[in-house]
């Protein structure tokens, strides 16, 4: 992999993630790619699990999505992304922050291998009630 490469590779994630669209997701994945979300839980294993999960928390929950990064670092066979996301969530209409870290590994095709993450999230939601409360 290179720059050009990985950031073509975000592109085309960032479009999947702010259009809602969980089978362009899978296309840039390995058939056995695993994606674990946070530290703490299980990894994802293959297509049809990572499906599964978008249409769980992207499709269902997420609205109105933007979606940026910077590329940290970039190998051979790996890169470091630094990303920022925010959208709407449909049930709340709360405005949510995330800012996180991607691991990526690649194969020799492109397709991601495994996705590991790590990211924060600010809810403005929550956020402005807490500070009516204090007020």
């Known amino acids: 992999m290179n720059s050009e490469s990985v950031r073509a590779w975000l592109e085309s994630y ?5 259009n809602r ?17 946070t530290p703490f839980s299980d ?10 999960y978008w249409t769980r928390a992207v499709v269902s929950y997420q609205e109105q999505i933007r979606f940026a990064y ?7 066979a790996s890169a470091i992304v630094h990303w920022y996301s925010a959208f709407v969530r ?3 209409k709360a405005q949510v922050s995330l800012d996180g870290i991607f691991l990526l590994r690649f194969d ?20 402005s009630n807490r500070q009516k409360a204090k007020g």
Not at 14 to 18: C, K, P
Not at 21 to 37: G, N, R, S
Not at 110 to 121: A, I, K, M, Q
Request: proline share 3%; glycine share 4%; net charge negative.
């Open 14 to 18: 960032r479009q999947a993630w702010e």
């Open 21 to 37: 669209d969980p089978e362009a997701v899978i296309k840039l994945f390995a058939v056995d790619a695993t994606y674990q979300e």
């Open 90 to 92: 449909i049930s709340s």
């Open 43 to 52: 990894p994802m294993r293959g297509r049809d699990a990572i499906r599964q």
């Open 108 to 127: 020799g095709a492109g397709l991601c291998r495994e996705l590991r993450e790590w990211w924060v999230r600010k809810d403005q939601w929550a956020e």
């Open 70 to 76: 910077e590329i940290l670092s970039v190998t051979e």
